[in-house]
Each structure stands twice: as structure tokens, then as C-alpha cells.
Nanobody, 127 residues
Framework: QVQLVESGGGRVQAGGSLRLSCAAS????????MAWFRQATGKEREFVAA????????YYADSVKGRFTISRDNAKITVYLQMNSLKPDDAAVYYC????????????????????WGQGTQVTVSS
């Protein structure tokens, strides 16, 4: 069974940092593009960041560029999202997603492009 399990969420004050992790199991994710999305209460799910299978190419939403960093450790089959300078607007449930098959395209920011999803981890930012 394919699983993506997020962890690392929690409550932090504005200006603080968190590191989210997404551990994959059930198949080989080392050839998958991986991404983070988030969904705030009452809002649609939105793209945050993506990384290709090699870790060389990354892509970020403008709202997090310069503050968030996506990375991966294929040996540990884990993807990370380092979040710095957090703002109240960053509060949301953060989801990990995977796209199989050595793919990378202009669709990396689209929900529908991804094949697998985790259950999410809550991030709360207090002002």
C-alpha cells in the first residue's frame, strides 16, 4: 500500500520556523517529483513547492519564495519543507504529494497532476 505520511506540523509564533517531513512507503519514490500543498480553513488547496526526482529542480509559489525550502533525501525516501519567517497567512494543513515516473512539467503546481497524497499536517502560526 502506497503511503505518504507528513509530520513536523505544530504551533509557532510569527517569525518562527518549522520543518515538515514527508515519509514515503509502499513503492519507490526516488523517481517521483514531490510537492507540498496547503489548505487553509475555508480556502482551496494551493501549491507551495515542488522538487524533481533528482533534487536539482525546484519550484515555489511566489508567496513562499525566499522563506521556504523544499529538499529530499532519496536514501531515506523523505521530502522536507523548511519553513522560515512564518506568517499567520501560512497557517494551514500541509499536504505532501507525489507524481510518479520521472516527470517534470509546467503542471507541477497543479493539484490534479499528482498521483499520491498524504493525510496532511497542521501548521498554526500565531501573531
Amino acid at each position: 500500500q502506497v503511503q505518504l505520511v507528513e509530520s513536523g506540523g505544530g504551533r509557532v509564533q510569527a517569525g518562527g520556523s518549522l520543518r515538515l517531513s514527508c515519509a514515503a512507503s509502499g513503492r519507490t519514490f526516488s523517481r517521483d517529483a514531490m510537492a507540498w500543498f496547503r489548505q487553509a480553513t475555508g480556502k482551496e488547496r494551493e501549491f507551495v513547492a515542488a522538487i524533481d526526482w533528482s533534487g536539482v529542480r525546484t519550484y515555489y509559489a511566489d508567496s513562499v519564495k525566499g522563506r521556504f525550502t523544499i529538499s529530499r533525501d532519496n536514501a531515506k525516501i523523505t521530502v522536507y519543507l523548511q519553513m522560515n519567517s512564518l506568517k499567520p497567512d501560512d497557517a494551514a494543513v500541509y499536504y505532501c504529494a507525489a507524481k510518479s515516473g520521472l516527470q517534470w512539467s509546467s503542471l507541477v503546481s497543479s493539484n490534479s497532476w499528482y498521483d499520491y497524497w498524504g493525510q496532511g499536517t497542521q501548521v498554526t502560526v500565531s501573531s
